[in-house]
């Protein structure tokens, strides 16, 4: 079992950053970062892969947000610049034991066993 914790969330203007960090129990899996706002589903903002080689964005993020790891330190990390109220979410992290070594982790929710409790990134305009 992984158990995951998010931390690094708070609130900021527009144009602002911010960076997440989740602390993992161990570094064997695919990790991803979602974003809930209210009243809408859960959406894929990042994902890498576990040596840190692949990483995958969804469009509304990216070149705006970075998704790193340091695998010494069991953590991954989310870099977000350019913050727009849209952005304004429950942020969680996710971890897939199961992805393909090469692979970015997954843009579907399902794929992930496990999850964090979430921080709430505020972005005010």
């Known amino acids: 079992q992984v158990q995951l914790v998010e931390t690094g969330g708070g609130l900021v203007q527009a144009g602002g950053s911010l960076s997440l960090a989740c602390a993992a129990s161990d570094s064997s899996s695919a990790m991803g970062w979602f974003r809930q706002a209210p009243g809408k589903e859960r959406e894929f903002v990042a994902s890498?892969?576990?040596?840190?080689?692949?990483?995958d964005y969804a469009d509304s993020v990216k070149g705006r947000f970075t998704i790193s790891r340091d695998n010494a330190k069991n953590t991954v990390y989310l870099q977000m610049n350019s913050l727009k109220p849209e952005d304004t979410a429950v942020y969680y992290c996710?971890?897939?034991?199961?992805?393909?070594?090469?692979?970015?982790?997954?843009?579907?929710?399902?794929?992930?066993?496990?999850w964090g409790q979430g921080t709430q990134v505020t972005v005010s305009s």
């Open positions: 890498i892969n576990r040596r840190a080689t692949r990483t």
């Open positions: 996710a971890a897939d034991p199961n992805r393909g070594f090469l692979l970015a982790g997954s843009r579907r929710r399902d794929d992930y066993d496990y």
